[in-house]
């Protein structure tokens, strides 16, 4: 069983629809990472979490430490969001060990 | 520079062939990680380089890879006798040390033929 585990694996939504992606862990962290990978390769950081919750424009991040889970939540989607999420967590160490990501799909 | 940069883009090897992956960091991130990403997978990490030390290589796939950082700025990634197990996206991050933030590069896509 991987360390970082994400769902759905695949996503594709109308635009406009409320999108949820799943991240469960199963060691303890220093900090949890939302990041976004558009095709070509290039990974933009959009979250860190070491507790609560953070918003930045349609973007939500949660994490609950005690059930080592974290959402991540698109309001408004648009497809200019289709990219891959990967869920990251940095576990004391400086290394992130990532999910194997959410590929999200919005349609027009 | 504005961002971590990676060279080449885009790299083909024949199956037998020594490849170099270049990566230049933001200036000043003292941190330096390779993660190797295959085909609809999450990045894997590899090694970890604070300055020119290199603290943790314990994801090195196997001793055909090698990683350096020798003046603690520019690294580079060495593949010896390449593998069609090899192709994958090479990523490089760098990183403050006081910082969990990592700033990625937009790596090297690896094919071996």
């Known amino acids: 069983k991987n360390e970082v585990e994400q769902s759905p694996q695949n996503l594709t939504a109308q635009e406009g629809e409320f999108i949820t992606i799943n991240c469960s862990y199963s060691v303890g962290i220093s900090a949890l990472h939302w990041l976004q990978q558009h095709p070509g390769g290039g990974i933009v950081s959009l979250f860190m979490l070491s507790s609560g919750k953070k918003k930045h424009g349609r973007l939500i991040a949660t994490i609950n430490i005690q059930e080592k889970h974290s959402s991540l939540h698109i309001t408004a989607s648009h497809p200019r969001d289709s990219a891959v999420y990967i869920c990251a967590v940095r576990a004391g160490a400086q290394k992130l060990v990532f999910g194997q990501g959410t590929r999200l799909t919005i349609n027009p | 520079g504005a961002g971590v940069s990676q060279s080449p883009r885009y790299k083909v090897a024949k199956r037998g062939q020594d490849v170099a992956l270049r990566c230049d960091p933001i200036s000043g991130h003292v941190s330096l990680f390779w993660y190797q990403q295959a085909l609809g997978q999450g990045p894997e990490f590899l090694t970890y380089f604070q300055n020119e030390a290199q603290l943790d290589k314990s994801g090195l796939p196997s001793d055909r890879f090698f990683a350096e950082r020798p003046e603690g700025s520019v690294s580079t990634l060495k593949i010896q006798r390449t593998q069609q197990e090899d192709s994958a996206v090479y990523l490089c991050?760098?990183?403050?040390?006081?910082?969990?933030?990592?700033?990625f590069g937009p790596g090297t896509r690896l094919t071996v033929t």
């Open positions: 991050a760098s990183s403050t040390p006081d910082s969990s933030e990592q700033y």
